[in-house]
C-alpha cells in the first residue's frame, strides 16, 4: 500500500513517493541536474535572473515570428512566472512584429460560483496576461482579439481553438505540488483510494475544471496575495494533458519562488530516468518527445538542513 500524504491525507501528492525516489533526488547536486538531459529532455541554465526571463519571453518571440498566414502559429503561456510578459510586448513593439495570424492560449482561469473569474478579479489570470502584455502591444501590431484563447468553464469552444493553429511552445511553471498549469495529483478517492491513476489515464484528460490542492491554494497565497489563503478560489479551469501533448515543445520555467530546491531536482529526475506516477504530474512529461526544464542557477541551492 502506497503511504498516505504528509501534507494532505484525503490526496494524492508527491509525498506518497517510494523514500528512495526522493532522497535521490534531494541528493542531486547542480552538475546532477545538468546531467539528467536526454534525447527529448533538455536542462538549460541561466546566470542571471535578467538572462532567465529574456529567454523566456523569447521563446514567444520565437513562436509568433514563425507564424504566417498559410500556417498560423502561437504560444501557450502561463501566469507564473509573469516576469517574461512586460518583455514579450517591449520586443514586439521594438522588432514591429505584427502579430497578425499569431495565437495565444491562456494556460488557466479561477472558477468561483461554477463560473470563470472576469477580468475584474483581482488574481485573474486573463487579466494579467492583458495588463501586463496584450494591451501594452501597439495596436497596430495586435493580435486579433479573436485569436487569443483564454479557458471557460464551458470548455468547447477553448478545447476547438487547439485545431486553429500550431502551438510551437506551451510554456509553464512548476507548483509545489508539482504541476504543470493546474495539473494538480487527484484526490485520493473512488477508484483511487490505494493508488493515484494510470499515466494512461491522466493522459486522457483535457481542458476541465478542477478541484485544487491544499498546496497549490497556499503556493498561490504565497506568492501573490501574501500569505491571505482565504482570498484564493478552490477550483480554476486548466488546459489538459491531452492539448498538452499538441504543443511541439513544453518549456518550464524555474526562477526558485514557484516551488523550491526539492521539488525542481525531484520533477527533473523524474523527467529523465522516465519514472512516471501521477501523484507528481510533471512526471509525465517524461513521455512528450521535447521536453526543456530551464533553471534560474541561483534558485537551485541545496537540500541540505540548515536551521535558522
Given at each position: 500500500?502506497?503511504?498516505?500524504?504528509?501534507?494532505?491525507?484525503?490526496?494524492?501528492?508527491?509525498?506518497?513517493?517510494?523514500?528512495?525516489?526522493?532522497?535521490?533526488?534531494?541528493?542531486?547536486?547542480?552538475?546532477?541536474?545538468?546531467?539528467?538531459?536526454?534525447?527529448?529532455?533538455?536542462?538549460?541554465?541561466?546566470?542571471?535572473?535578467?538572462?532567465?526571463?529574456?529567454?523566456?519571453?523569447?521563446?514567444?518571440?520565437?513562436?509568433?515570428?514563425?507564424?504566417?498566414?498559410?500556417?498560423?502559429?502561437?504560444?501557450?503561456?502561463?501566469?507564473?512566472?509573469?516576469?517574461?510578459?512586460?518583455?514579450?510586448?517591449?520586443?514586439?513593439?521594438?522588432?514591429?512584429?505584427?502579430?497578425?495570424?499569431?495565437?495565444?492560449?491562456?494556460?488557466?482561469?479561477?472558477?468561483?460560483?461554477?463560473?470563470?473569474?472576469?477580468?475584474?478579479?483581482?488574481?485573474?489570470?486573463?487579466?494579467?496576461?492583458?495588463?501586463?502584455?496584450?494591451?501594452?502591444?501597439?495596436?497596430?501590431?495586435?493580435?486579433?482579439?479573436?485569436?487569443?484563447?483564454?479557458?471557460?468553464?464551458?470548455?468547447?469552444?477553448?478545447?476547438?481553438?487547439?485545431?486553429?493553429?500550431?502551438?510551437?511552445?506551451?510554456?509553464?511553471?512548476?507548483?509545489?505540488?508539482?504541476?504543470?498549469?493546474?495539473?494538480?495529483?487527484?484526490?485520493?478517492?473512488?477508484?483511487?483510494?490505494?493508488?493515484?491513476?494510470?499515466?494512461?489515464?491522466?493522459?486522457?484528460?483535457?481542458?476541465?475544471?478542477?478541484?485544487?490542492?491544499?498546496?497549490?491554494?497556499?503556493?498561490?497565497?504565497?506568492t501573490s496575495g501574501g500569505g491571505a489563503v482565504q482570498n484564493v478560489p478552490h477550483q480554476a479551469v486548466t488546459v489538459g494533458p491531452s492539448e498538452t501533448w499538441m504543443a511541439e515543445k513544453v518549456s518550464i520555467w524555474h526562477p526558485g519562488h514557484h516551488?523550491?530546491?526539492?521539488?525542481?531536482?525531484?520533477?527533473?529526475?523524474?523527467?529523465?530516468?522516465?519514472?512516471?506516477?501521477?501523484?507528481?504530474?510533471?512526471?509525465?512529461?517524461?513521455?512528450?518527445?521535447?521536453?526543456?526544464?530551464?533553471?534560474?542557477?541561483?534558485?537551485?541551492?541545496?537540500?541540505?538542513?540548515?536551521?535558522?
Open positions: 500500500m502506497r503511504p498516505i500524504s504528509k501534507i494532505a491525507p484525503d490526496w494524492w501528492d508527491y509525498t506518497t513517493l517510494d523514500r528512495d525516489v526522493l532522497d535521490e533526488a534531494a541528493r542531486l547536486t547542480e552538475k546532477d541536474i545538468v546531467g539528467l538531459s536526454r534525447p527529448g529532455f533538455k536542462v538549460c541554465l541561466y546566470d542571471t535572473l535578467e538572462e532567465f526571463y529574456l529567454a523566456e519571453a523569447l521563446e514567444y518571440i520565437h513562436a509568433w515570428q514563425s507564424a504566417t498566414e498559410s500556417n498560423p502559429a502561437g504560444i501557450c503561456g502561463p501566469i507564473g512566472p509573469t516576469e517574461q510578459l512586460p518583455l514579450v510586448a517591449l520586443l514586439v513593439n521594438e522588432l514591429n512584429i505584427s502579430l497578425k495570424h499569431c495565437h495565444f492560449w491562456g494556460m488557466d482561469e479561477w472558477v468561483v460560483d461554477g463560473k470563470e473569474v472576469d477580468q475584474d478579479f483581482p488574481l485573474g489570470f486573463a487579466r494579467a496576461d492583458m495588463e501586463l502584455c496584450f494591451n501594452r502591444i501597439k495596436p497596430e501590431l495586435a493580435m486579433p482579439k479573436e485569436n487569443l484563447h483564454f479557458p471557460g468553464v464551458d470548455t468547447s469552444k477553448y478545447i476547438e481553438s487547439w485545431k486553429q493553429a500550431r502551438c510551437v511552445v506551451m510554456q509553464g511553471g512548476q507548483g509545489e505540488v508539482k504541476h504543470w498549469a493546474f495539473n494538480d495529483p487527484p484526490k485520493r478517492e473512488g477508484a483511487y483510494t490505494e493508488m493515484p491513476p494510470s499515466a494512461k489515464t491522466y493522459r486522457k484528460l483535457g481542458t476541465r475544471v478542477v478541484d485544487l490542492h491544499p498546496l497549490t491554494l497556499m503556493q498561490n497565497a504565497r516551488d523550491n530546491p526539492f521539488g525542481m531536482r525531484l520533477s527533473a529526475l523524474m523527467i529523465s530516468k522516465g519514472i512516471v506516477d501521477t501523484a507528481v504530474p510533471m512526471s509525465l512529461l517524461a513521455d512528450h518527445p521535447q521536453v526543456q526544464f530551464n533553471y534560474y542557477r541561483g534558485a537551485l541551492g541545496t537540500c541540505e538542513v540548515e536551521m535558522h
